[in-house]
């Protein structure tokens, strides 16, 4: 009860400080005070199992990259116009995880300001402006990309250049056509782009459409569209800010999967295990244009402390093997959410990549009918039981399960138990 006065007084001030634009997550929302490894802890001590935080990738408050920054902030902190050993390091290890055609790397301090650098440089590469993205898609907060971000619903506007495209759904298609579809879709943006005098910059997609609703699969169902923009003229911007630094478990970006090289590729949240660093890597040729016509200066992007944090990041990453480790408890769990689905007729997909997994609930199997309304009920039953994790799709009727890469199968164990007692009261309530 304390927690619930609690909680009721804090998001009163929450909202008379802060104004009526931000949401809590919950119908009762959650006060964390502390963090570590993969739980949350509130003021009573009470930990929180956390299943939904990919920008705490590797752990929470991790000793290795809390160090990093407290070393480098008493250290030497600065802005990006001078020299510094930090920046060129990190670029190094990371273009050395990136396909060779990626030459050079920037850094900002947002996702959204990644997708938004990389798209001046795709419209300056071209000569276009056209941008086409899924059609509930997420891209960042910015005014160019809240444009081309559906997912925040009917208060946002489309951008007259932005073509919105059927997302691909690996639980309602056909698994042979799903690429074929998605091409068409770009196909049919370009044209109608054209139609109205415009041409394709670029495609930009979340390679495991998160918001969309989680789509991994079939392997290289990207390929086609990737074609198809760049037979338009335009570049493929690969959105790695979800999928990115080992979640899929098989590769250290999501666009692997599909076999195809990215010309542009976004990177944020997990970078910086919490600490605001991203970028994207570039190929010099798509990059050349942007480098003659504009300059570019990220007064923190960059900056030394956030060179060391994402080094220190890197560091974990390899030094704990977390991308096997979400490969293999990936494939754990959704092998255990599969068989709860044996036992629960509301569960009607598993899917996903790695440590990325969405299960979808229905409220009939053999109609494929999304039930948001159980969705709802389990995701804040799953927070009474001090499990958290969302939901996402259009319907959003798919639970969201995206933990921290040092998840283990007991982690993974506790999770499919509480989910199995929260969906036996949630059906039956
Ligand atoms: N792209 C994707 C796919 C995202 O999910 C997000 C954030 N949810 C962003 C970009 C924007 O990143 P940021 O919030 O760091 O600006």
């Not at 394709?200 to 699969?217: E, M, N």
């Not at 060179?307 to 490969?327: H, K, T, Y």
């Not at 999304?370 to 994790?389: E, I, K, M, Y």
Request: charged share 20%; glycine share 10%; proline share 5%.
């Amino acid at each position: 009860a304390t927690d619930t006065v609690d909680s009721a007084a804090l998001l009163a001030r929450r909202t008379r400080l802060l104004g009526p634009a931000y949401r809590t997550f919950y119908d009762t929302p959650f006060h964390p005070v502390r963090g570590e490894g993969v739980w949350l802890y509130d003021a009573q001590g009470r930990p929180f199992l956390d299943a939904y935080n990919n920008v705490a990738s590797v752990g929470h408050s991790h000793p290795h990259v809390v160090q990093a920054l407290a070393r480098q902030a008493a250290t030497l902190n600065t802005h990006t116009r001078y020299l510094h050993e930090g920046v060129l390091a990190y670029a190094e290890r990371l273009l050395a995880l990136l396909p060779p055609e990626l030459g050079h790397a920037m850094f900002t301090c947002t996702g959204s300001e990644a997708n938004d650098l990389a798209l001046r440089i795709a419209r300056t590469h071209t000569g276009a402006q056209g941008l086409i993205v899924t059609q509930f898609a997420y891209h960042g907060v910015t005014a160019s990309l809240a444009e081309a971000s559906p997912s925040l619903g009917k208060l946002v506007k489309i951008g007259p250049n932005v073509r919105t495209i059927p997302a691909p759904d690996s639980y309602r298609q056909d698994p042979d056509s799903l690429g074929r579809q998605l091409a068409e879709g770009v196909r049919a943006a370009i044209a109608d782009l054209q139609a109205h005098g415009q041409q394709a910059a670029a495609l930009l997609v979340d390679t495991v459409f998160s918001s969309d609703g989680i789509c991994t699969a079939p392997p290289g169902f990207l390929q086609e569209a990737v074609q198809a923009i760049r037979a338009a003229g335009g570049v493929f911007i690969a959105d790695e800010v979800q999928p990115g630094f080992g979640r899929t478990g098989e590769s250290m970006w999501g666009f692997a999967r599909h076999g195809v090289v990215p010309d542009i590729v976004t990177l944020g949240k997990p970078m910086g295990n919490g600490h605001p660093v991203a970028g994207l890597a570039v190929r010099p040729e798509v990059m050349a244009a942007f480098g003659r016509e504009c300059r570019y200066f990220n007064t923190f992007g960059g900056n030394p402390v956030s060179m060391a944090v994402a080094s220190a990041v890197l560091d974990v990453i390899e030094g704990e093997g977390l991308q096997a480790n979400a490969l293999a408890v990936g494939h754990y769990l959704r092998e255990q959410l599969r068989q709860l689905a044996q036992r629960h007729e509301a569960i009607g997909d598993v899917r996903g990549a790695g440590l990325f997994i969405g299960l979808e609930l229905v409220a009939d199997r053999a109609q494929r009918t999304p039930d948001a309304a159980l969705t709802a009920r389990v995701v804040n039953g799953l927070r009474q039981r001090q499990v958290l994790l969302s939901a996402t799709g259009e319907q959003a009727s798919a639970l969201k399960i995206r933990p921290p890469l040092v998840f283990s199968r007991t982690h993974a164990d506790q999770l499919v138990e509480a989910l199995d007692a929260v969906l036996t009261e949630a059906v039956a309530g």
